[in-house]
């Protein structure tokens, strides 16, 4: 805790630091969430200390880069929490980590669908997530900060990933086969290429009563085509069992692609975004995939993973509706 | 009559008595465990559930596409692009595809499909 304490010190430029209290939070199996209440010359902050757990996976970003693409969003107006210092040194916290103002808020999707008393009237809620990924979306590439984020992902790169996933866990899935097919004889050439969440979804926003409170999880940002987080946000995976609120559980199609329009001056091609939606649905069949493989590659035993895996079949056959 | 074990029974009361019994008095984290694996325990009961209707289904579809030896040879049609869109053989694959994922969601979620049809997509 010195060592921490000197950081925050040194960080902020303070004479006194004390730590008041530093408790892990539930969630995230990839990266470790500590709520961090610390005293600075007098003042009461309350901060969230995000670092990496033990079993890191390949694909996700380091705590360095996160906080980079935070500072990002943060600097176009998308509502996160304010990112404040970072970290590569061992010594202070145990593993890299970076340090974010705490904000309040759930984000658990099954709530979010049904009470109304979060985030206020639903259509409302649906234009202020628009205008949330509109300004994700104003972030162009080249952005010498971001340069870690490499070229955009090709959807035909993503289908032989998958191949060679498929192939080396020696599984044998028809539909998702015939959908990784179909994606890549079918995928739209881009056209704009922008700051992609890649993971902007109910779930991964924090809602108060007054509203949007933080846009979580950028572990998987990356540069793409806009209409494809728009397909990723409609996939009905997100709704929470919602269905006939196509936008995220919370809102109407045309509400979103209204407020969307408006708020970025793009016009959202509706085929690309049920293109995207599609793609969706293999792309979360996939991950759901790795998940459960983690657990029967032995790599780590558990049965969250295992049943992350049996969420598959859902995914699948949203996938064969999408190509059929 | 049978004097075998109802296995399911076992499996769902099993469940029901986690649920019921265990789950309330726990803190928000074990809760949490307890129900994954209510979850784990409805998915190995239902597993135990007579899926032979299923099955057929599954065996049918696949008789519609007799010039594939095994599944190994239909995936790399799939993948060749054999199975495209102008394939005769596309609608066999698709159904036999389908036939696949709904013997996986009659024990992973059989709420699902019921479900499905209230979207208006």
């Not at chain 1, 906080?67 to 304010?82: D, I, Q």
């Not at chain 1, 916290?93 to 009470?115: E, H, L, S, W, Y």
């Not at chain 1, 959908?179 to 290429?193: F, H, Q």
């Not at chain 2, 265990?22 to 135990?48: D, H, K, Q, Y």
Request: charged letters at 25%; glycine letters at 6%.
């Amino acid at each position: 805790m010195e060592h921490l304490a000197a950081f925050i010190a040194a960080a902020s430029g303070a004479r006194n630091v004390r730590i008041d209290r530093y408790e892990r939070l539930g969630g995230g199996a990839i990266q470790e969430n500590f709520a961090l209440d610390v005293c600075i010359d007098g003042r009461d902050e309350a901060f969230v200390l995000r670092k990496d757990a033990p079993s890191r996976v390949a694909v996700s970003r380091t705590r360095a880069e996160e906080f980079a693409l935070l500072r990002a969003a943060f600097a176009a107006g998308v509502t996160v929490p304010e990112p404040l210092w970072a970290s590569a040194d061992p010594e202070i916290a145990g593993a890299p980590f970076f340090i974010m103002r705490r904000v309040a808020g759930t984000a658990v999707g099954r709530r979010i669908v049904r009470d109304e008393s979060l985030g206020g009237d639903r259509s409302t809620l649906a234009r202020r997530l628009a205008e949330q990924l509109a300004r994700i979306h104003e972030i162009h590439p080249p952005r010498t900060e971001l340069a870690f984020l490499g070229e955009p992902r090709t959807v035909h790169e993503f289908v032989l990933d998958a191949y060679a996933f498929l192939d080396a866990t020696e599984r044998a899935v028809p539909a998702l086969e015939l959908g990784l097919r179909w994606l890549d004889v079918n995928a739209p050439v881009p056209e704009e290429t922008v700051l992609l969440h890649h993971d902007f979804r109910t779930g991964n926003y924090m809602l108060d009563a007054g509203g949007i409170t933080a846009i979580l999880d950028w572990e998987f940002a990356g540069w793409g085509d806009p209409h494809e987080d728009i397909g990723w946000f409609f996939a009905r995976s997100w709704r929470f069992g919602m269905n006939d609120r196509e936008a995220g559980g919370v809102g109407s199609r045309a509400a979103f692609y209204t407020a969307y329009q408006r708020a970025s001056g793009r016009h959202i091609d509706d085929n690309r975004v049920r293109y995207w939606e599609t793609f969706a649905h293999a792309r979360w069949a996939i991950i759901a995939r790795r998940q459960a493989d983690r657990h029967y590659s032995g790599a780590e035993r558990s049965l969250e993973l295992l049943l992350i895996g049996t969420l598959e079949p859902e995914a699948d056959d949203m996938l064969l509706r999408g190509i059929a | 009559m049978s004097d075998r074990l109802d296995v399911y029974d076992l499996l769902m009361l099993a469940r029901e008595t986690l649920q019921n019994e265990l789950a309330p008095g726990l803190p928000a984290g074990a809760r949490f465990t307890a129900a994954l694996i209510a979850n784990a325990l409805a998915i190995a009961a239902r597993e135990t559930l007579d899926h032979s209707a299923t099955d057929l289904d599954i065996a049918d579809a696949r008789e519609e596409l007799p010039e594939f030896n095994d599944d190994r040879e239909l995936i790399a049609a799939i993948r060749s692009g054999a199975l495209d869109e102008r394939s005769p053989s596309r609608l066999a694959a698709l159904a036999y595809a389908a036939a696949l994922v709904r013997r996986q969601l009659a024990v992973t979620n059989p709420a699902y499909e019921r479900t499905h049809d209230q979207t208006t997509s």
